[in-house]
């Protein structure tokens, strides 16, 4: 089955096998950005007090190391969904690679 819009989005050629695999990166990618901002939060109401600082200051390095995690995430998404077209039967156009540009 392949979407015929003329978007770059995704082309299913394995049922739904591309899809269930982009919704778990979705999925990972939206609860980073969740820690990210939970971990920001925290520390910007710790500096508010300066025996909270120091922790708050972890809380801001965690967030940051967060951050990092969410190109780790696309790279991941975007080797798997390469290795499911490497093993996916030829089909009679050329399978368009996955295009990276949504943000999970």
């Given at each position: 089955m392949r979407n015929t819009a003329k978007s770059t989005s995704l082309v299913i050629h394995l049922g739904g096998e591309e899809l269930v695999i982009g919704r778990r990166y979705e999925a990972a990618s939206i609860a980073n950005d969740v820690l990210?901002?939970?971990?920001?939060?925290a520390g910007s109401i710790m500096f508010f007090s300066e025996q909270w600082t120091t922790t708050?200051?972890?809380c801001f390095l965690?967030?940051?190391i967060e951050l990092l995690i969410r190109p780790a995430i696309r790279?991941?998404?975007h080797l798997h969904l390469q290795r499911v077209?490497?093993?996916?039967p030829e089909p009679h156009s050329p399978a368009a690679p996955p295009d990276g540009?949504?943000?999970y």
């Open positions: 990210i901002a939970l971990w920001f939060i708050g200051t972890w965690i967030g940051s790279l991941t998404r077209h490497s093993r996916a540009s949504q943000d």
